[in-house]
């Protein structure tokens, strides 16, 4: 890669590996977390077929339909959630265009409040009914309270601490994650497949909506509003610290200030060329029809650190909590299969230099472990078991 | 991602070049090495940490204080060299302890609560006790 041409002494790996880890790293927890909640918080499956959402809106699952039932019930339930998706990014790039951004960065912090809030709050009192914590009422509330407006603060305000707001950022990612865990099984596999495609089309079509969101970001040098992960930009250790513009809006009064000796700025017209890619999801959940905006997909920040969306988190975690839902074998290959499949999408990141989605690769991965993990690994680990010839 | 960190111009020092710095005598102290947060150079200069800090100081009396202990988190080198930022050492400071305040009487309520138990508050107890109102109002169900 050419980027080794800038590192004259230390190794690719230094660098290279200590970027790759910045997004590995959240990733793997988000994934972590999920799994640990689902096999805390595992109830029979019998009582996940009273979840509704918009994803089970077409069609709702029980045990008693034929397996062509289920997978054609599955097809529509993600013919629906999609068609969902793609008109909200649609609206999404209306609104872009027409420069609304404080209201969707009001929208922004909004969702996450209530991810925070009522998704937050389910959960923990899912935790303490399992567990029989003794904890009252007041204090409980006191502490959800303060959980969820430091979100919206480390969300909505741009300036932030970099550590609170990743932290927040993969919690919030945990709690929509396991949400959509408890979708029926077949429709989980078919809309895991069905966003796969679709983030594959909305990216690289000239007339996919996130194309066009990042086109159009990139012409006016702003930001995209939306839920996006930025790795921490990783300061190289040769003698020039790096002074990267990590915030555009503050750029006149901000960057000219405290600039050391030995700090070199990077112009402006170079970031604009860096991209980043949203596809934003839409989630609604239970009752409320208030979708939430995620974005799925992998690009370079304005710092030239990777950005990957809320929704690739969102939705590894769901691959991967399924599989747990399963066994821990399955957990195991889809973790591998996944972070193989990122791994992936990071060199071809860096091969082509624009925004691409991350899913497909991952979930395609993913989803062919799965399968045959649990039709053939199963089987053959458990046999060579049992008959003591491997543990 | 290289396009950050390109030198773009021989000169090494940008600041005299394009910056009209209306306020020398902090570029003179901030040129001393001394991030005010935690993030060093990524994260706020002086003028915008003092607001920052204020902001998150009075917000933080809105029964906020996680907000306060954010704030101690964040410029925690404010409070490491005490001679530096005299401005927002004073709001840190205040944020630190409002926040041992807060939480010691929190945490004194809950401990009372938890392990007091039935002896201590008698049939109230089950009435507040987290998992019976979550049943009572119906929020521990998915959907």
Known sequence: MDRNQQRPRSSILDSLGEELIGILTPVSICMFTVVLLVCLL?????????????????????????????LLGAFLNSLVFVAAITVATFLLVLLFYLRCV???????????????????????????????????????????????VVGVFAVFMSRFSILITQGYLVVIGVLVAYFFTMLPEWTTWVLLVALALYDLAAVLLPVGPLRLLVEMAISRDEDIPALVYEARPVIRDDSRLVQRRVWREQRSNVNDDDVENNVVRAEEEEEQRSEEISVPLIDSS?????????????????????????????????????????????????????????????????VYQKALPALPVSIMLGVVFYFLARLFLEVFVVQCSSNLVMF | MEEASRIDEPNRNPNTDRSSNPNPLSSIISSAHVWPTIDGPLGLTEEASVDYARRFYKFGFALLPWLWAVNCFYFWPVLRHSRAFPQIRNYVVRSAIGFSVFTSLLLAWALTFSIGGEQLF??????????????????????
């Open chain 1, 286 to 350: 239970s009752s409320s029809s208030r979708p939430e905006t995620f974005l799925e997909g992998i690009g370079l920040g304005a710092s030239g650190a990777i950005k990957l969306g809320l929704g690739d988190f969102i939705f590894y975690s769901v691959l991967v909590g399924r599989a747990a839902m399963y066994d821990l074998m399955t957990v195991y290959a889809c973790y591998l299969a996944i972070i193989a499949g990122l791994g992936v999408t990071l060199m071809l990141l860096s």
């Open chain 2, 122 to 143: 008698g049939p109230v107890w089950d009435k507040l006790v987290m998992y019976n109102v979550a049943d009572r109002l119906g929020l521990s169900g998915l959907a």
């Open chain 1, 102 to 148: 404080t209201f969707l960065k009001l929208y922004m912090g909004f969702s996450a409040l209530v991810v925070l809030a009522n998704l937050g709050g389910e959960i923990s009192i899912l935790l303490i009914d399992r567990f029989r914590f003794p904890i009252d009422s007041l204090t409980f509330s006191i502490l959800l309270f303060n959980f969820s």
């Open chain 1, 42 to 70: 595992n109830s029979d499956p019998s009582s996940s077929s009273s979840f509704s959402s918009i994803a089970t809106a077409a069609y709702s699952e029980t045990d008693s339909d034929s397996p062509w039932d289920k």
